[in-house]
């Protein structure tokens, strides 16, 4: 059974760093891209960003260029997403999801780690 | 970067009827779009890929439509576990989806 397993909910101050956690399982997780997905306090969904696991290649949205890292290892097929700087602005709902079948589709999703960002 | 609009952004109905929710992409995007579902505090599920082939497991009364830049997904008789915001995708980019409520 595909599953991705993300971290847990995160309480921080504006300014602080920040890395949350995927972990895939029941699949080959080198053979398929894992995104990531922010969705703001009752707003919509927002594609930030994809990794594939095999070979670390990144893409950004433009919109998120700069202002966050996604990385995988691959050996505890993991993928991350960091911030080295959080701004009130970053609370959100954070999903992972893995890019599999035709179309560039999400096909399974993580559960969502909750960051808040607060002073 | 590719946009994509939804209409409506809101959209009132009974169960039983026939709904109908639009995304337009703002250049060709072929046949590259899904739709998914999302219900309050749960993750987005995935309902439609390649604009047309439903996704294993989801119910026929769910079908997707439309090439190019003109898309539609289409719920033949909504039913009471269909209340939910639809989100369509493609590539780099959501639509601002669509909150279908109770009449």
């Known amino acids: 059974e595909v599953q991705l397993v993300q971290s847990g909910a995160e309480v921080k101050k504006p300014g602080e760093s920040l890395k949350i956690s995927c972990k895939g399982s029941?699949?080959?997780?080198?053979?398929?891209?894992i995104g990531w997905v922010r969705q703001m306090p009752g707003k919509g969904l927002e594609w930030m960003g994809i990794?594939?696991?095999?070979?670390?290649?990144?893409r950004y949205s433009p919109s998120f260029q700069g202002q966050v890292t996604i990385s995988a290892d691959k050996s505890i097929s993991t993928a991350y997403l960091q911030w080295s700087s959080l701004k009130a602005s970053d609370t959100a709902m954070y999903y992972c999801?893995?890019?599999?079948?035709?179309?560039?589709?999400?096909?399974?999703w993580g559960q969502g780690t909750l960051v808040t960002v607060s002073s | 970067d590719i946009q994509m609009t939804q209409s409506p952004s809101t959209l009132s109905a009974s169960v039983g009827d026939r709904v109908t929710i639009t995304c337009r992409a703002s250049?060709?995007?072929?046949?590259?779009l899904a739709w998914y579902q999302q219900k309050p505090g749960k993750a987005p599920k995935l309902l439609i890929y390649?604009?047309?082939s439903l996704e294993s497991g989801v119910p026929s009364r769910f079908s997707g439509s439309g090439s190019g830049t003109e898309f539609t997904l289409t719920i033949s008789s909504l039913q009471p576990d269909d209340f939910a915001t639809y989100y369509c995708?493609?590539?780099?980019?959501f639509g601002g989806g669509t909150k279908v409520e109770i009449k």
């Open positions: 995708q493609s590539l780099g980019t």
């Open positions: 990794i594939y696991p095999g070979d670390s290649d990144t």
């Open positions: 029941g699949y080959s997780f080198t053979s398929y891209w």
């Open positions: 999801a893995r890019r599999g079948g035709p179309g560039f589709c999400f096909d399974y």
């Open positions: 390649k604009a047309s």
């Open positions: 250049q060709s995007i072929s046949s590259w």
